[in-house]
């Protein structure tokens, strides 16, 4: 009886597998964080931009301005991912829109700011768009 040869895996063949799986895992990771990241910012973006045009149509359709707003007349609070809580300001003749990251996920951006002068900002001096404004918008 002659004895057959079993193919097989060996070990160093194994290791270049896991080795590559790795590297690859190692690249791709941080895109995918980044992405991640970038989504959480589309959300409270569109939340802002959403309750932008809310008080925009109600001082159009009810001759108000700013200063005669009702902050409790619109709706604030979590986004529908719970990723960011939305909140109103009111200061005169401005109002400034601000989405607060709700955990430490992404650093960059943990306030979002946007005024009724369409000035977007991550910090509550309504500081024109610079490097990292950008980035978070």
Not at 2 to 10: H, R, T
Not at 59 to 81: C, H
């Amino acid at each position: 009886m002659l004895l057959q040869k079993i193919k097989a895996f060996n070990l160093i063949e194994l290791l270049v597998v896991i080795g590559l799986v790795s590297i690859l895992a190692g690249i791709g990771y941080p895109s995918y964080s980044r992405l991640k990241a970038q989504s959480w910012r589309s959300e409270a973006h569109a939340s802002l931009v959403a309750l932008e045009a809310e008080i925009e149509r109600k001082m159009l359709e009810e001759g108000l301005d700013v200063s005669s707003l009702n902050i409790a007349d619109f709706n604030t609070g979590l986004t529908p991912n719970a990723y960011y809580t939305t909140s109103i300001t009111i200061n005169s003749n401005i109002y400034i829109l601000s989405a607060t990251a709700t955990s430490t996920r992404d650093p960059l951006c943990q306030v979002i700011f946007i005024e009724n002068y369409e000035r977007k900002s991550i910090n509550d001096n309504g500081v024109e768009a610079d490097a990292s404004t950008t980035q978070c918008w």
